[in-house]
């Protein structure tokens, strides 16, 4: 059974299923953190009334309010976030949104703690330094997102030699099919109606340019060492085979299931015990799989990224930094739908490659490539 859970990000998408995998399977929360003292951390709180909670920035308002009710069992800061990831012992469930999880990635495999990471951006912006800490903290790195968690499980068994590529599928999102000339009017609500996941806004509306596929090439290319060649993306609008591995023998394997997030989730946590989480079984016979090629021309955002990834070094994390604003941006009304990739390909041409040593270094990028984003967008935002 799993060690105490720390769940980042407790109040988001990724974050409220990991607390219903612990309750399913009656494992401990030792702690939770979101980033505002909202009143859905309050009740989580209330819930969970044994775990530490930590708001990393609250209003002073909520300050009050959390401190009031919850006393000594509340924190506020980012530095406590990292300090709970960091508290030896501990499985720890990152599903904070964007390069903010970085820090406490780094800090949970330092400490040689079991990482179950959903926030890709991690690795996205920080590869080499969460690398790093794995091997020198010596804990343990498992994919929560659920294609590379379909891949960690293809791949159990095989040696590195005998994979010839590894197969992300997509399910192309709700405009799928769109030419780039309909992609031009598309609406913040539209991105954000996705057809078959229930996700966070920011990884929803990049799942409709693909840019979140983008991320988990990357992402994959970190995790499992393969180079970008070897990587290929294909659009399933099913969502029910969540990614592949092609052998050298011709052979395929993939992992099938419901789109539904707690499986992975729960995989992160017992790996390499399977438990029965009370999930429904699955019926092939109600499923009919199809397969079609991504359309690179219209979603941009996909090569992009491979392009950020082939150059290495600091760019991924430039391609990403760029993407949250602009993002943000169109979420506001203040950028049109293919505006995205424009602003992250041009801050890409932008902002100089460096190499990454330290969480500081990526930092450092993250910050220069968001302010060159702010500016090629008006300094609006
Ligand atoms: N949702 C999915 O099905 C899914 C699938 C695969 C991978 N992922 C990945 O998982 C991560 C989370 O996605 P999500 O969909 O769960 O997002 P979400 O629903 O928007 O939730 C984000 C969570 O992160 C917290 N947060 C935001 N900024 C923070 C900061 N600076 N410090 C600490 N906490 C912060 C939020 O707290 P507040 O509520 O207080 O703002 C919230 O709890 C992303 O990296 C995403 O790509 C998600």
């Known amino acids: 059974m799993s060690s105490p859970l720390v769940v980042l990000g407790a109040t988001g998408s990724i974050g409220r299923q990991a607390l219903d995998v ?51 069992r509340v ?40 990482l179950a990471l959903a ?41 590195s030699g005998a994979v010839r590529r590894l197969i992300l599928t997509a399910s192309g999102g709700p405009f799928r099919g769109y030419s780039v000339d309909r992609l031009e009017e598309v609406t913040p609500g539209q991105a954000l109606a996705h057809p078959t996941w229930n996700m966070g806004r920011r990884i929803t509306v990049d799942s409709a340019t693909l840019f979140n596929k983008g991320l988990e090439v990357i992402e994959a290319h970190y995790l499992f060492g393969i180079p970008y060649d070897d990587i290929d993306v294909v659009v399933h609008p099913q969502s029910i085979v969540h990614s592949l591995v092609e052998f050298v023998d011709g052979s395929l394997k993939a992992h099938i299931g419901e789109p539904d997030m707690r499986v992975p989730i729960q995989y992160a946590v017992t790996y390499p015990e399977r438990l029965d989480g009370g999930f ?22 996909l090569d992009l990224a491979y392009q950020a990834g082939r150059i290495g070094r600091s760019a991924p994390a430039v391609l990403n930094a760029a993407d949250e604003v602009a993002v943000h941006a169109f979420l506001e009304g203040r950028l049109g739908f293919l505006g995205i990739a424009e602003v992250v390909e041009r801050t890409l041409d932008h902002v100089p490659v460096v190499d990454l040593h330290s969480v500081e270094d990526v930092v450092a990028v993250d910050q220069e490539a968001r302010g060159v984003a702010r500016s090629l967008l008006g300094g609006a935002c």
């Open 75 to 114: 924190g506020f800061g980012a530095d406590l976030m990292e300090e709970l990831a960091s508290r030896p012992g501990r499985t720890v469930i990152n599903g904070v949104v964007g390069a903010a999880g970085l820090r406490a990635s780094v800090a949970a495999l330092e400490a040689g703690n079991r």
């Open 22 to 72: 612990a309750a399913r399977l009656g494992v401990e929360v030792a702690a939770l953190a979101a980033r505002r003292g909202s009143d859905q951390l309050l009740e989580l709180a209330r819930m969970f009334a044994d775990a530490a909670v930590v708001a990393v920035a609250p209003t002073g308002d909520e300050r009050e309010k959390l401190s009031a009710e919850l006393g000594e």
């Open 119 to 159: 926030n890709k951006e991690s690795l996205v912006a920080g590869g080499p330094v969460v690398l790093d800490a794995l091997r020198r903290g010596g804990g343990t790195l498992l994919p929560v997102d659920s294609e590379h968690s379909a891949l960690f499980q293809c791949l159990v068994g095989e040696s």
């Open 280 to 301: 429904e079984p699955f019926d092939l016979t109600r499923h009919t799989l199809t397969f079609e090629a991504p359309d690179r021309q219209a979603f941009r955002a």
